[in-house]
Each structure stands twice: as C-alpha cells, then as structure tokens.
C-alpha cells in the first residue's frame, strides 16, 4: 500500500508518551510490521512444528527509476529487484544512474540479492550485455538459474532456486527498447528456458491478469508467460514489475483464500514509482515455505 505515517490511537497521555519514547510515532506502518515479525539476520518469526516447512522471508522491488535513496527496503532472506533502477528522464547517463544504484544496492545487508534488467537499464550508454557488471555484489540473471542456500525460520539449511529474464511484450519503445520481444515464437521459446519447479520466478514483464492493468484498466502482461507459469513453471513466489499502475493496495490479500493451495504461485508486483515516476510504493515482503526435501 502507499506509504504514509501510522498513528496509535491516543489511549492516554501515558500510552502516547511511551509510543514516543520508543519512537515508533512516525514511523511507516508497513516498516515497523515488517521489522516486527523478523528475527536477526531477516528471517520470519514463526512457529516451527516437526515436519512442517519453515518460511524463508523475500523482498520484491523494482521500477525505482532512479528513486532507490528514497525506499527503505526491510530485512530478509533474499532480495530480489525486478528492473528500471534508471530515470529516463534524468539529465544523468544510465552508467553514472546504474553506478549509483549499484552502490545504494551493495549496502543493504541481505545475504542473497538478485537483479534482472528492465527495459529502461540498457539505454542512454548502457547495453544488455554490460549490465552485470554494474552489480558486483548481486546476482545479475538473464535467461539464467541460480541455485543457492538458505536458513529458512526453523533453522533448517534450504537449497533454492531463482530463475530471472528482462524480456516484455508491452512495449517497444522508439528507439526499440532492447528487452522488448513481442508475443510470439520468439517470447515463448524465452519462458520456455525457465526450469519448472523453480521456486521464485523474477521477470520484468508481468505475466497476464496478474496486477498488470495499465492506467485505462487493461491488462498488458504476457499471455505466454502466464501460460508457462501455470502449467508447467509452477514457481512459489512470481516478482515482477513493469506496469505501475498494475500494482494494487490489496495485492497479497487477494491472493488470500481459505481454498488456495500453499503450493499456488503467488504473484507480486513490486513497483515502487508510480506513472509519474513518483516514489509511492513500499518493498513487499513475503514468506514462502519451500516443501522439505522427501527422505
């Protein structure tokens, strides 16, 4: 949801002036949630039975453009960052923008930080080809798998997988944006590279009537790669970006059903910039609960 100061109901005089001594007053409600569920090193805090699965916390971001100093990103496991860290509109080249966001990047703790391009990053000096090396302390993925591990919140050490690509359909620019593939063979054989069974998924395009609605209300996002995710991806966690305006305030709670299965894939979109290029937006924060392998 937008962000904005969440205020305690004012019980006593007592109760306000301990709230103010702590100093959680002002501070963003969606940040002192995710603070407050979290153990050290960014993992839920949860209860842990014998059997079950424990969480492993993830942060999805992305469309920033240029705004990253702006967002507070809370503590996880793994962090991944859908795209567009650069401003098209800024008088600064897009390597003085990826240099910049490279360092703001390299200074948040998460042990596990993942990156795909957007289709604003390789422009204005910038090729495809060069992006990862603007992010020597993150995991730079195009068309590309990355198998790592983790402590999920039981304790448990967790072998996962990430899978990442820069392609969209949605729009191809003038001159062509170099991520830009139209829906066709051409797209599908790209979705068609991503392993099934991968646990997080990060695309920049999002994928169709997942929080994909332009500011008219259609939806834009790929109808192959929505495709692919259903029947044969199945990943736990989908992060993308792309379409601000796809991005709503009850994105998660509707995901939310009695009837869904703890296996479904949940999709995020985790754009921070508005169409304006106006930071409105907070990281989310999600758990997911890798199956334990079978013995």
């Not at 999805?60 to 990103?73: I, K």
């Not at 990156?115 to 910038?126: F, L």
């Not at 059903?257 to 990281?283: K, M, R």
């Amino acid at each position: 949801q937008p962000r904005r100061a969440s205020r305690v109901p004012l019980l006593s005089c007592g109760g306000v002036a301990l709230l103010l001594l702590l100093g959680l007053w002002a501070t963003p409600h969606a940040a002192r949630h995710e603070q407050a569920n979290l153990r050290p090193g960014g993992r839920a805090s949860l209860a842990c039975s014998p059997g079950d699965p424990g969480a492993v916390r993830v942060v999805c971001l992305g469309d920033t453009h240029g705004r990253h100093h702006q967002v507070q990103v809370p503590l996880a496991d793994v962090l991944v960052f859908t795209g567009d860290a650069t401003d098209p509109r800024a008088a600064e080249s897009n390597p003085e923008q990826l240099a910049d966001f490279a360092a703001w990047l390299e200074a948040l703790p998460h042990k596990h930080k993942f990156v795909v391009a957007g289709n604003h990053d390789p422009e204005r000096g910038v090729v495809l080809s060069e992006l990862a090396s603007f992010f020597p302390s993150a995991k730079y993925l195009q068309d590309e798998t990355a198998v790592f591990r983790v402590r999920d919140s039981c304790g448990t050490e967790r072998e996962l997988s990430i899978h990442g690509s820069p392609w969209q359909p949605q729009w191809q620019g003038d001159p062509e944006f170099a991520t830009y593939v139209a829906e066709g063979p051409a797209l599908e054989a790209w979705w068609a590279r991503v392993p099934a069974g991968v646990d997080i998924l990060a695309t920049h395009s999002p994928p169709r009537d997942r929080f994909d609605r332009d500011p008219s209300g259609t939806p834009v996002g790929s109808t192959s790669l929505i495709g692919e995710v259903q029947s044969r991806v199945k990943p736990l966690l989908h992060c993308f970006g792309h379409v601000h305006a796809g991005r709503t305030a009850d994105m998660l709670e509707s995901q939310r059903s009695p009837a869904t299965s703890p296996a479904a894939t949940l999709f995020v979109n985790g754009a921070i910039c508005n169409d304006d290029l106006v930071a409105v937006w907070d990281p989310v924060l999600v758990d997911i609960r890798p199956p334990l392998p079978s013995t």
